[in-house]
């Protein structure tokens, strides 16, 4: 009798780069959770997450900080790239111009990502910004990255790449929740109700543990749906019989 064994999988690192709804936030800041944190936990031993993602980055001063350099000098063979930026790229306000980054310019540095990734045989991931948080009166979800997100969809056609469309899907996520429950996914506390935030937090971008779990179980699903190779190290639930 013979046996087949099952074919070994070779160990990679996914790469994760972009701004602070994706990053791993410092411990004074928690319960703020970027959806990179339990994103960690759902893939098998063969798979290391290299969470690079960093609060207030763009495109542009992820670039001008070194800090796609060390990610580029890293990558290898069958790696994954997934890259969400936006957020900081679209902030026009004068305190934020040396994060601000044009559309064009930001298309720009998503095909260098791209590029880049590509010509060390490794697998990049386009990741349209997650939403904010934003109703209008109707209770109706508005979108709050309109150029943006459009823009990644421009490219990732224009370059063959595949693209996670986690503006859209956060949206529809906060639609079905609506006004009230979704808030339960964001930072907002009332005063004393946290000890780290004494005066309280209304924050509608960034996400607590909860919220950033169920974007990290969107982004998950989306792998799926895009048969990358990477779906098929995500772990698989056990079935109690």
């Not at 999988?9 to 944190?37: H, L």
């Not at 997450?49 to 001063?61: C, D, H, M, P, V």
């Not at 790229?89 to 064009?104: C, I, L």
């Amino acid at each position: 009798m013979s046996f087949v064994l099952p074919e070994k999988k070779k160990k990679i690192k996914v790469w994760m780069i972009g701004d602070s709804t994706m990053c791993i936030q410092p411990k004074e800041r928690y319960p703020v959770t970027g959806w990179g944190t339990p994103f960690v936990y759902f893939f098998d031993s063969t798979v290391t997450i290299e969470n690079k993602a960093r609060g207030g980055r763009s495109t542009r001063t992820f670039l001008s900080e070194g800090r796609w350099k060390e990610v580029f000098e890293s990558l290898q063979e069958d790696d994954y790239v997934l890259m969400q930026f936006g957020h900081n790229d679209e902030a026009k306000e004068p305190q934020y111009s040396e994060r601000y980054t044009s559309v064009p310019d930001y298309k720009i540095n998503l095909i260098k990502f791209i590029t880049e990734s590509r010509s060390k045989k490794a697998i990049p991931v386009l990741i349209t910004p997650v939403t904010r948080m934003r109703f209008d009166k109707a209770g109706k979800m508005e979108e709050t990255h309109i150029e943006y997100s459009a823009a990644v969809w421009e490219i990732g056609k224009e370059y063959n790449t595949p693209v996670i469309d986690l503006d859209a899907k956060s949206r529809d996520l906060l639609q079905k929740l609506g006004p009230a429950d979704s808030k339960l996914l964001f930072m907002q506390l009332d005063s004393l109700e946290h000890p780290y935030y004494p005066v309280g937090q209304k924050d509608n971008t960034h996400f607590n543990d909860y919220g950033a779990r169920l974007i990290a179980q969107i982004v998950l699903a989306e792998i799926k749906n895009l048969k990358l190779e990477l779906a098929e190290r995500i772990i698989k639930p056990v079935v109690k019989k």
